[in-house]
């Protein structure tokens, strides 16, 4: 199971230590936090005590009107074997018994000085992309007009080459070779390059290439959300390729569906440019206009007309024949 470190969670978002460095490394392996208003009261029954617990200024000000007693019972039941850290906002300090039921259990207390809602969100927003499935794709990511394209296809297809004529035409490398995707939430998906190859791309016959170093830093992103599958094969004369496109095909990565489209490879097809215009007809799809729709509507239209056209002549022919009897 994916789990993040307390001390990670720490300095993502510069947090104060107020007690346990030493116990900086406990785990936080669900993105949800609780904030234990109900557990204040003395309900434990559905006690989340895996997760972060925030406690803002609603929480603080209700555990100072309890006694010294109370508050160290209900810090005790807290302060369980998997609680992971104690989160103050607002610079809140909390009171002696709170320190006195951590240390007891050896559970750190972290202070922030961010708002209650603020916080609670930077932490989920954390550790949601930390602990979301993941998985790794070979191929290559780039951002084309900020829409991030995933080039996939069997090794020599022309991948590398390809982003590697996108980034000259100004677009930007995400990760080439290998591609790291993790689930941001149920609609997206989130691709970045593994740690050892950020930056870089091989092109054969050159070998590894820093794009930050020869094009700038203009010409490389970090990470970029999923929008596009485009898949290089090799062009077969016997295949029946895609022709209108008006319903794109759609594969699941993650649990989420994406597009994606099949791009035949021969020598005079120039697949950067390809992929520039799918990335623009993307864009037109998303805003409601899609040629291939425009297209068939029109066929249909022009079937219709052809056909209503035969019918009146047949019915005008007809009508001349039964003149023409009488």
Same mark, same amino acid.
């Given at each position: 199971m994916e789990?993040?470190?307390?001390?990670?969670?720490?300095?993502?978002?510069?947090?104060?230590?107020?007690?346990?460095?030493?116990?900086?490394?406990?785990?936080?392996?669900?993105?949800?936090?609780?904030?234990?208003?109900?557990?204040?009261?003395?309900y434990f029954n559905y006690y989340p005590s895996e997760r972060v617990q925030l406690f803002g200024r609603n929480e603080h000000s209700y555990l100072k009107k309890m006694t010294s007693d109370e508050r160290l019972l209900i810090m005790r039941r807290m302060s369980r074997e998997d609680t992971?850290?104690?989160?103050?906002?607002?610079? *809140?300090?909390?009171?002696?018994? %709170?320190? #006195? $039921?951590?240390?007891?259990?050896? @559970?750190?207390? =972290?202070?922030?000085?961010?708002?209650?809602?603020?916080?609670?969100?930077?932490?989920?927003?954390?550790?949601?992309?930390?602990?979301?499935?993941?998985?790794?794709?070979?191929?290559?990511?780039?951002?084309?007009?900020?829409?991030?394209?995933?080039?996939?296809?069997?090794?020599?297809?022309?991948?590398?080459?390809?982003?590697?004529?996108?980034?000259?035409?100004?677009?930007?490398?995400?990760?080439?070779?290998?591609?790291?995707?993790?689930?941001r939430d149920d609609y997206s998906i989130v691709g970045e390059a593994p740690a050892i190859l950020q930056n870089m791309i091989e092109i054969r016959g050159l070998g590894i290439i820093n794009v930050?170093? *020869?094009?700038?830093?203009?010409? %490389?992103? #970090? $990470?970029?959300?999923?929008?596009? @599958?485009?898949? =290089?094969?090799?062009?077969d004369d016997d295949e029946d390729y895609e022709r209108l496109g008006s319903e794109p095909e759609m594969v699941s990565l993650l649990g989420v569906d994406v597009p994606q489209i099949t791009v035949p490879?021969?020598?005079g097809r120039n697949?950067?440019?390809?992929?520039?215009?799918?990335?623009?007809?993307?864009?037109?799809?998303?805003?409601g206009y899609n040629a291939g729709k425009e297209f068939e509507e029109r066929l249909t239209h022009l079937i219709q007309a052809n056909q209503e056209a035969d019918a009146k002549t047949h019915a005008e022919k007809d009508q001349a024949e039964a003149g023409d009897e009488s």
């Open positions: 789990a993040v470190t307390v001390k990670e969670l720490r300095d993502q978002l510069g947090l104060k230590v107020l007690q346990g460095e030493e116990y900086l490394d406990r785990l936080i392996q669900t993105s949800d936090i609780s904030r234990p208003g109900l557990e204040l009261s003395g992971p850290v104690f989160i103050f906002s607002r610079d *809140l300090m909390p009171e002696y018994e %709170v320190f #006195q $039921a951590a240390e007891e259990n050896k @559970i750190p207390i =972290l202070q922030g000085s961010a708002v209650t809602t603020r916080l609670y969100s930077n932490i989920t927003t954390y550790l949601q992309e930390r602990l979301a499935p993941r998985v790794s794709k070979h191929g290559v990511f780039v951002d084309v007009y900020g829409l991030g394209i995933m080039i996939i296809g069997d090794s020599g297809i022309g991948k590398s080459e390809t982003a590697l004529e996108l980034i000259k035409n100004g677009h930007r490398l995400v990760a080439d070779d290998r591609v790291e995707l993790h689930k930050l170093t *020869l094009f700038g830093a203009g010409a %490389v992103k #970090q $990470a970029q959300q999923l929008h596009l @599958i485009v898949r =290089l094969v090799m062009w490879v021969r020598t697949s950067s440019n390809i992929v520039e215009v799918a990335a623009m007809n993307l864009r037109a799809n998303n805003m």
